[in-house]
């Protein structure tokens, strides 16, 4: 059964990733861009963590996560290929090489992509963990303390990977992380690993203005006192203690917002859409965004304003779901994006109020969630 708040979770943890890609409307340099960094990534994986099931084997996970998670970014990878090679600056062996990286570092066209080939090995590395804490017997209590462990090690582990020069015989190369961003495996583990510990809690949350208050307050003593910065795509997590409990007070805040959101019947249900829709989200903001608000900028003529970001990204989303609504009417492109085992790969009924159920609609609740699509993983 699919659950409103967390759809709306989805759905603005995915607004706040589109958002922090908007240089117009979001600095680099601005506040707000730094709290957007603390908070969305872990989001992520909090998130994806949440639907993940701990008793289903390794084998099976891997192959079911690569038909969710690998497949897409392959798709996209491909259809970009063309105007990298014959219209940009981009030789076939760098487009490649980073193509099989699966790192944005070395990919930069499809970067913000990183998080999905990246999931699949995360959602790998939490079912051998899982095994092993059975295996072990580890309580709850042990096997927090354990990932706590592995989170500071893999704190000081991020800088052996990164901005590293090697050099075999005559020919040198600058290593900016490993493959698969594997090298991020103990930090991002950490925060998707939290969200299973709290699945039974995040499918029974509801608003609570005093959770909400506390989140809201520790998030900003927080980051006025040390003001952490949280940048896994650039390998920057530069205090510990304070970015991973700022990012854990940002979690509670967008998860209070979302269980809040739920008396607003058709905000609720936007929101819940793009969540429905998340994996179409982020593989197509990117492009819409930056390439609207280069347009709406040459127009107008002088430079950037607030308001041509605004549009931008409201373009970006609405872009998105367009292509999202057609991708799921049409079985062959149904194939190339979503998961062969997942419901919604499925032939679609030609009702309309069927085809593209709004999360928290009659149509949309009952249904089975799938776990294979990008946020969620409802069973990524």
Request: proline share 6%.
């Amino acid at each position: 059964m699919r659950l409103q708040h967390v759809d709306i979770a989805r759905g603005l943890c995915m607004l706040l990733v589109v958002l922090g890609h908007n240089s117009t409307l979001v600095p680099p340099e601005s506040t707000l861009h730094g709290v957007l960094g603390v908070v969305r990534m872990p989001l992520l994986f909090f998130i994806a963590g949440s639907f993940f099931n701990a008793e289903r084997a390794v084998r099976v996970v891997a192959r079911r996560k690569a038909d969710a998670l690998l497949k897409p970014f392959a798709v996209m990878v491909l259809l970009h290929a063309p105007a990298r090679l014959l219209w940009w600056d981009a030789s076939p062996l760098q487009y490649v090489l980073g193509a099989l990286t699966g790192s944005g570092n070395y990919l930069p066209w499809l970067y913000t992509l990183w998080f999905l080939p990246h999931l699949w090995l995360v959602f790998i590395a939490a079912g051998a963990l899982a095994h092993c804490a059975r295996v072990c017997q580890l309580s709850r209590i042990e096997s927090a303390l354990a990932l706590t462990m592995l989170m500071m090690v893999g704190h000081q582990f991020i800088p052996m990977f990164w901005m590293q020069n090697i050099l075999v015989g005559d020919w040198s190369f600058t290593m900016q992380g490993l493959p698969l961003s594997a090298d991020l495996l103990p930090l991002t583990l950490f925060f998707f690993c939290a969200g299973a510990m709290m699945r039974k809690p995040m499918r029974t949350l509801h608003f609570r203005w005093q959770g909400m208050l506390v989140s809201l307050a520790t998030l900003g003593l927080v980051y006025g006192l040390y003001a952490p910065h949280i940048d896994l795509l650039g390998r920057t997590y530069d205090r510990l203690m304070a970015c991973t409990v700022a990012a854990l007070a940002g979690i509670s805040c967008v998860l209070h917002l979302a269980a809040g959101l739920q008396c607003l019947p058709r905000v609720a249900r936007w929101l819940g859409y793009c969540g429905y829709n998340s994996l179409f989200i982020l593989l197509f903001h990117s492009p819409i965004q930056h390439q609207s608000d280069l347009l709406l900028q040459r127009v107008l003529g002088t430079g950037p304003r607030w308001w041509t970001g605004a549009i931008a990204w409201a373009l970006s989303v609405a872009g998105a779901l367009v292509l999202a609504r057609v991708i799921r009417q049409r079985a062959w492109l149904r194939v190339l994006f979503l998961p062969t085992r997942s419901p919604h790969s499925r032939a679609l009924p030609a009702s309309k109020e069927q085809v593209m159920p709004m999360p928290g609609s009659p149509a949309a609740m009952g249904r089975e969630a799938s776990g294979d699509e990008v946020l969620g993983q409802k069973a990524a």
